[in-house]
């Protein structure tokens, strides 16, 4: 007989397995306050760290869990020692930027093998998306020291100096109900743009064929320049340009002056950044770089690319036979024989394919900073778009004169569940408060120690007994220099367990009960005048001003910007997109985009005419395109553009042709369409001219009361005429017919 299972018992056997609450959490472990947010909520935050754009200058949050740099450790951008290795050789991919990008040959001293440690400065993982690494380690090693085991080579500039993780920047927040951060919008401040700036990486790859010519749109008459050198920018956003050999235009077009201006037919590389920081070259006809003037500068990084070679291979060569060892790491082994197969020329291959001319690859990077219709959020699944970025002088003070952050909506939490956001706001506006009375009155260090103590209790018994036995062992000096630290810093640092250390409303008020002094914030709003001046105005009400730890997510306006300028199609007939803008080589799309419900709804305020000739112009429709004519040839005023039986659907003939593989076919029907009404009208309404006041239904004779109702035909009519009334036509006894037009 099957045993019935009992789930009180499996519950308390699965209870004495997990020893503390913390256990049953996930990646919510970084998200303070889990008790208090909802599972949709830690969902939303699980997904959006991981689409958390890496900032060029981020911060440890002033409250965390003590989790996240648990997670940090298991980051694939930290590079640790394998083992215990010694520094042989080091070749730089570059002679004129000696530090910029080289590799290290290294020996593994337990087991004789040699390996290599590459020096970059990025890694690109796709799109724009990558980040930049902290080499601090690995550029003080020279030849003859030594690395030992675990030991950190390099690590993304995520981690600060300690080690620790950091995803987001700490910006001062307050929540107010104004026009412009409506629904998910979020107002920042300038100031909070700069923090929140990104690094983008971006990989461009440019083909140089037999018959162009690069312009030296960046050089001189000394020095053919035709794209930026290593660690130089970009100017007015153009790489670099191509111009294919026409031998009819050549004496013109290939003239010294006309190959330093872009002219029309030109092919323009076009990238925003701030600088070079990598440059890759592969040609199979090195011979047409010796040949013409305008390779120079292609020919300079041909040549550096064997000079690489030839010492790379030259060194793992020589260190092989004097530790009279063959075994090679991986990576080695693969860059190895890559870089032998280049030097005997193997042919380099595009897509599976043996191609002629020169292929460059440029690595750009840009510090991205945000714009109007970026996407930031907090830790609780509180994401949002940024609405207006206001001047620091445009965003309100606090009455310590620090300038708010950012303003989110004030409903942001109702109904959300995600209440969590309100406790770190409130927390850190206490810390803040804190610090500002330990410097405004004159205490000692254990007075003011005594006070920070006190409210970290609060918060986390177990960061409050782990300061005590730290300050227990301190001297008066170290006391001191302990508590300026604290004074110094914008706000306490706090380290609560997201599960048994969920501050609760009780805590809350506990604090403000034990420390009367800590109050809200009075607010002072800028208000322009009728001069255009603007005047600080006090606000009517205190305010909370805390800070909360924001990311800046990966979903980036500019990443979304989509134009077309020419109406083109593709051998379907079919509107397409080109990849043109993704490689590159143009700011803007040369063909067009499909119409749907969010475009509709963006131009029909500009007039249904305007809305009207868009969709003929993309319509899928090829007769519907053509009836365009007849907007731009006919009376403007008269225009009657119907769709006849004889129109069809590009996509939908597409679609017949799968189906009839298959042997089905989609077929519409053509109805004409039938207007009702759901009312019913009476068939038409009879008054007595010689008494006005009275009206009556012909079919069913039932009077209407004369005072409820209208009195005089005039105001019939008039009722009749602004259609008030859902009668049929009206008449006058003894009258013809007076039929509605």
């Known amino acids: 007989m099957a045993k019935l299972f009992d789930f009180e018992t499996e519950m308390d056997q699965e209870l004495q397995r997990i020893s503390n609450k913390e256990q049953i959490l996930g990646k919510t472990l970084m998200q303070p306050f889990a008790a208090n947010n909802s599972g949709s909520r830690k969902n939303m935050f699980c997904i959006q760290v991981e689409h958390s754009l890496p900032l060029l200058h981020s911060e440890v ?3 965390q869990t003590g989790y996240e740099n648990s997670f940090g450790d298991y980051s694939s951008s930290i590079i640790k020692a394998k083992s215990d290795y010694e520094v042989l050789g080091k070749v730089t991919k570059f002679s004129t930027r000696e530090n910029h990008h080289y590799y290290l040959l290294i020996r593994d001293t337990n087991t004789n093998e040699l390996g290599v440690i590459e020096r970059v400065s990025y890694n690109h993982i796709t799109e724009t998306y990558g980040y930049l690494y902290n080499n601090s380690a690995i550029d003080i090693l020279k030849i003859g020291d030594t690395i030992q085991q675990d030991d950190i080579i390099r690590e993304s500039e995520a981690f600060d100096e300690y080690g620790n993780r950091c995803d987001g920047v700490n910006l001062l927040t307050t929540y107010v109900a104004m026009e412009k951060n409506m629904e998910d919008g979020i107002v920042i401040s300038e100031s909070a743009c700069k923090k929140l700036g990104s ?4 990989r461009v790859t440019v083909i140089f064929n037999d018959n162009d010519f690069p312009l030296n749109i960046h050089g001189s008459n000394e020095y053919y320049k035709a794209f930026p050198e290593i660690g130089e920018g970009i100017e007015s956003g153009i790489l670099c340009c191509i111009r294919r050999d026409n031998t009819d235009e050549a004496l013109y077009t290939q003239s010294w002056d006309n190959l330093q201006r872009i002219m029309t037919s030109d092919e323009k590389i076009t990238v925003e950044g701030d600088k070079i920081i990598d440059i890759n070259i592969f040609t199979n006809n090195p011979e047409t770089l010796k040949e013409r003037s305008s390779y120079e500068q292609l020919l300079k990084y041909y040549n550096e ?3 690489f070679l030839e010492d790379f291979t030259s060194m793992v060569q020589t260190c092989m036979n004097q530790y009279g060892t063959s075994r090679m790491s991986e990576d080695l082994q693969k860059l190895y024989f890559t870089s032998l197969k ?3 020329e193997k042919k380099y291959l595009r897509d599976n394919k043996v191609y002629t001319g020169t292929i460059v690859e440029f690595i750009v990077l840009e510090n991205n900073y945000p714009h109007i219709g970026d996407k930031l959020s907090n830790r609780y699944g509180g994401k949002g778009v940024i609405s207006e970025i206001r001047p620091d002088e445009l965003m309100a003070r606090t009455e310590t004169g620090e300038i708010v952050d950012l303003y989110f909506n004030q409903a942001t939490c109702i109904n959300r569940l995600n209440d969590g956001q309100l406790k770190e706001q409130s927390l850190s506006m206490i810390s803040k408060r804190i610090i500002n009375f330990l410097n405004t009155n004159t205490l000692t260090a254990d007075e003011s120690l005594g006070i920070i103590l006190d409210f970290i209790g609060f918060v986390s018994k177990t960061q409050e007994g782990e300061l005590r036995d730290l300050i227990e062992i301190m001297d008066d000096i170290e006391k001191e220099f302990f508590v300026n630290a604290i004074k110094n810093d914008p706000s306490i640092y ?27 914030y009075e607010l002072y709003s800028p208000l322009q005048d009728s001069n255009g001046n603007y005047r600080y105005i006090k606000s009517m009400r205190k305010a909370t001003c805390g800070y909360l730890y924001i990311y800046r997510l990966k979903q980036y306006a500019e990443e979304k910007f989509s134009v077309t ?5 593709n051998l379907r007939n079919e509107n397409t997109r080109s990849k043109a803008n993704k490689n590159y080589r143009a700011t803007h799309q040369n063909t067009p985009i499909r119409f749907g419900d969010m475009e509709s709804g963006d131009l029909s305020h500009l007039g249904m005419e305007t ?3 868009a969709l003929l112009i993309y319509s899928l429709s090829p007769i519907a395109r053509n009836e365009m004519e007849d907007l731009w040839t006919s009376d403007p005023f008269n225009i009657n553009i119907q769709l006849g039986p004889d129109c069809k659907n590009r996509s939908v003939e597409i679609l017949n042709t799968y189906f009839k593989q298959i042997g089905l076919q989609l077929i519409f029907e053509k109805h004409e369409k039938k207007i009702t009404f759901p009312i019913q009208f009476a068939p038409y309404v009879e008054i007595e001219k010689k008494d006005r006041s009275v009206i009556s239904f012909v079919e069913t004779g039932e009077q209407i009361d004369p005072e409820k109702y209208v009195k005089t035909i005039d105001e019939i009519k008039e009722l009749d005429k602004r259609r008030l009334i859902k009668f049929a036509p009206i008449r006058y006894k003894d009258d013809e017919w007076i039929k509605r037009e």
């Open 611 to 613: 809305f009207v000739e």
């Open 342 to 344: 280049e030097l005997d």
């Open 494 to 520: 706090l380290s609560i367990k997201p599960m048994t250390e969920s501050v609760s409303l009780d805590d809350l008020n506990a604090i403000y009960q034990t420390f009367p002094w800590i109050d809200q």
């Open 305 to 307: 690319k064997r000079r």
């Open 565 to 569: 300028n020419l109406s083109a199609t």
């Open 61 to 63: 949050p002033f409250i």
């Open 199 to 202: 690094p983008l990486i971006k």
